[in-house]
């Protein structure tokens, strides 16, 4: 059972204009989200994090919106550029628990066109 | 640039064949992590060691076998493997191992088995 999902595979948004990843969760106990990018032949990087006692967390033109109530997180990408074109994944876990609970989402592919 | 080094990048075996995975970190983190990511699926945590120390296993097949040396090198000894292990194999660190840690990946081994 996934307890993180990310329901659209791919997403393709023209470059200037906003992107929005979306990414669900299942389990209730999680109280820290963090994003992820991965350009092919690389591995994952860090983008951004939010934990639970927030629900916006801004960095430059990356923007991540948390939604405890519906278990909702988004990502907000303004304005979106070609160098953004990779893989972002949704993650969470428990700041009380360990790295290793580090559960993560299958990954939305953003393609910024010109 | 994240500071983690994996080889080889690329790996072809034999399902006789044993072979080594090995990554470094010099971030002088003290938390190390191996990774699986297969197709469509999300990244699935294989092993943690911390400070050389391995204190997870999460049920992964004994033709896996992890070694620790230092804090710094991780490796991932491989024997018997079958067709499904064929994957991206990725190498992580972290300061610690606590639930808000962020995870420096590597670019990762993509591992096909014949």
């Known amino acids: 059972d996934q307890q993180v999902k990310q329901n659209s595979p791919s997403l393709s948004v023209q470059e200037g204009r906003i992107s929005i990843l979306n990414c669900d969760y299942t389990?209730?106990?999680?109280?820290?989200f963090l994003w992820y990018k991965k350009y092919p032949a690389e591995g994952p990087t860090f983008l951004i994090s939010?934990?639970?006692?927030?629900d916006k967390n801004e960095d430059g033109r990356f923007t991540v919106f948390l939604n405890k109530s519906a278990k909702h997180l988004s990502l907000h990408i303004v304005p979106s550029q070609p160098g953004d074109s990779a893989v972002y994944f949704c993650?969470?876990?428990?700041?009380?628990?360990?790295?290793?609970?580090?559960?993560f989402g299958t990954g939305t592919r953003l393609q910024v066109t010109l | 640039e994240t500071g983690v080094t994996q080889t080889p990048r690329h790996l072809v075996m034999g399902m006789t064949n044993k072979k080594s995975l090995k990554c470094e970190q010099h971030?002088?983190?003290?938390?190390m992590y191996w990774y699986k990511q297969s197709a469509k699926k999300p990244l699935e945590l294989m092993f943690v060691y911390s400070l050389e120390e391995r204190v997870e296993n999460n049920s992964v097949p004994s033709r896996f076998s992890p070694e620790c040396p230092n804090s710094s090198h991780l490796f991932l000894h491989l024997h018997t493997l079958q067709p499904e292990d064929s994957a991206l194999y990725l190498c992580?660190?972290?300061?610690?191992?606590?639930?808000?840690?962020?995870?420096?990946f590597g670019s990762g081994t993509q591992l096909s088995v014949l």
């Open positions: 971030l002088g983190h003290n938390a």
């Open positions: 992580a660190s972290s300061q610690g191992t606590g639930g808000n840690e962020k995870l420096f």
């Open positions: 993650a969470a876990s428990r700041i009380t628990g360990t790295a290793s609970k580090l559960t």
């Open positions: 389990n209730s106990m999680f109280d820290y």
């Open positions: 939010i934990s639970s006692i927030k």
